[in-house]
């Protein structure tokens, strides 16, 4: 009697915290739609949720200066990167403003500042650099586990900066910088006359699946970032290793099973890019793709069936998403807002260096 009493209340019990008290969502943690590092003017560090209008929602510590962030699919959890080459990873409970986990790079290794979850949050991925073997890796560590590392595989190539979950669920699309760096050597980039990246799309476990690189005439340029639209489109932004008097292309899109399309501006916009678009989105009908650069104070619209993108002049601008609204942006003054081929809508300006990327929820 005493045992199926006891049996009773516990039962009883898990069925009242289940009704009483669900799992918290991102909506508990007052609905951000986008997340982004900076820096305070006391020059300390944090990872902040945004609304879509600019509106901070949180701000949590960070201990040096963030770079990219991933978001739990559901819960209101994110694993903030440091910037590359980084050795912390803070897994941080957005709701109760607490760091709940740290993910330990392994010996001989370094994050790059991006990581993505699998869709059902199970599992986290990483971009890591194997510096003593000049490869890149991947990665896993077990989400339902305090972020136990699972395991690594190899990225496809060297210097693995971004990676994206593909909208199958089941793919990992990952830009391969091409460019081998060393701790010992601080961010002195190793094998510029040999760089080659790519594109690699690669399986859970690793499997190669598909692999593109761009035309010879464009070895020294770093594809370096992401976005990838409902579709399966990716577009992506790079970064020039060479002369940067001459006017290359800084981003372009792909699908699979084809070559990679390149985005081009007239020869003064793209010089004005100084060699470096920092970050990219892609619309959610696959029809715009925008870049930033913050060394140009420029953002570049790019929309099928224009021969030329419209050029937006912001100072320090790098941030870029795509939300419910249209595309947004930040900068490194601290302004945050939104943009289309009619110009920029400046929506808030807080006292904060905005960092690199604007990571959508």
Known sequence: MVTDMTNRRAFLSGMLAATVLPRPT????????????????TGDYILCGMREGGELVFSLPLPGRGHAAAAHP????AVAFARRPGRFALVIDCLLGREMAGLDAPDGRHFYGHGVFSDDGRQLFTTENDY??????????????NYR???????????????????????????NGGIETHPDSGRAKLNLPTMQSNISYLSFVGEMLEQVTLPAELQLNSI?????APSGKAALAMQWQGD????????????????IHLLTAAPNSQRQMA??????AISGDSKQIATTSPRGGMIQLFSVGQDAPTILQAPDVCGVSHQAGGFHYTTGTGEVGQFSENGLKPQQTHDLAWDNHLVRL
């Open 275 to 280: 060699g470096y678009a920092g970050s990219i």
């Open 149 to 175: 590392r699972l395991g690594e595989f190899w990225s496809g190539g060297t210097g693995p900066h971004d990676l994206r979950l593909m909208p199958d669920g089941e793919t990992l699309v990952v830009a």
């Open 244 to 259: 940067l008097a001459r006017p290359v292309p800084l981003a372009g899109w792909h699908e699979r099973g084809r070559e």
């Open 26 to 41: 991102w909506a508990d943690a007052g609905a951000p739609t986008c997340l982004a590092a900076a820096k305070v003017s």
């Open 74 to 77: 559901t819960r209101p959890h």
């Open 224 to 228: 370096r970032h992401l976005a990838v």
């Open 132 to 145: 003593d073997n000049g490869r890149g890796v991947i990665g896993v560590w077990d989400a339902t586990n």
